[in-house]
């Protein structure tokens, strides 16, 4: 009987001390818990620059009477290449629906090349497009056309520049005849007033670089003769136009 109570006791005694040791031990040895599926936080701050990652696209086409290569730019903003890339198809659309047959004694086919370049500025970002078409003759044609945004990803035409209400088409047609008179001189065409007078078409084609200057593309035959090339005039925003300029841009 004696012999059983010990033993027991010693059951009793080294189920306590087992408990008393598991207590202090516990989670030592467990498996750590199950990570939390946390999502980083989404940095929803506008990026400084969409314009610093550009990737090139290229669209080709061959056709009994045309032929058709087009590269333009893509940066990663959905507006912003739905803008790029529908530009370029109206371009190529347009070509097609005029140039889809030959004309008599015709050897070469009927090509448009569009290509483009980035002109930046410290606030502005444009991509300056140039279509060049041949459809027979002595030379072809070329045509020059914009998409400027800040660099931010906004959107900016030319009347956007300047203050609502502003007369800012006869500031542009006012200076630019003197620019390009001192400029060209005796290569300026004589319709050159009509190709500056004051409408938004005649100033369509722009860009701006450095600290705010204002760069003004003229199509050939605008303001001067093919063999001119492609005219163009710089304006400093500030010392010439500071006093209409959008406030909200500058």
């Known amino acids: 009987m004696k012999n059983a109570l010990i033993f027991i006791l010693i059951i009793a005694l080294g189920t306590t001390i087992y408990f008393l040791v598991r207590k202090d031990r516990v989670g030592e040895d467990a498996p750590p818990p199950e990570e939390e599926n946390v999502l980083e936080p989404i940095d929803d ?7 610093e990652a550009e990737e090139g696209r290229e669209i080709t086409e061959e056709a009994e009477f045309l032929t058709i290569k087009a590269a333009y730019p893509a940066f990663g903003d959905v507006q912003i290449d739905q803008d790029i890339k529908a530009l370029v198809q109206k371009e190529i659309s347009a070509f097609k629906s005029e140039n889809s047959t030959s004309y008599p004694g015709q050897t070469n086919k009927n090509s448009l090349e569009i290509t483009y370049r980035l ?19 002595a030379h072809g044609n070329l045509v020059i056309k914009t998409l ?36 060209m001189g005796e290569n300026l065409g004589a319709w050159a007033d009509e190709g500056t007078s004051p409408t938004s ?16 593309i003229f199509q050939p035959y605008q303001v001067a003769p ?18 209409i300029l959008n406030q909200n841009l500058f």
């Not at 001119?228 to 006093?243: K, N, Q, R």
């Open 201 to 216: 078409d005649n100033f369509g084609a722009f860009y701006i670089t450095g600290d705010d200057t204002l760069n003004i």
């Open 148 to 183: 400027v945004y800040e660099n931010s990803g906004e959107e900016v035409s030319i009347g956007s520049l300047f203050a609502p209400g502003s007369e800012y088409l006869s500031k542009l047609s006012e200076i630019s005849r003197t620019k390009l008179k001192t400029k």
């Open 45 to 51: 701050e506008p990026r400084d620059d969409l314009f």
């Open 119 to 137: 002109e930046k500025g410290d606030d502005f970002t444009a991509i300056v497009f140039s279509s060049a078409t041949y459809t027979g003759g």
């Open 226 to 243: 093919w063999s001119a090339g492609v005219p163009s005039i710089s304006i400093d925003l500030h010392d010439e136009l500071g006093d």
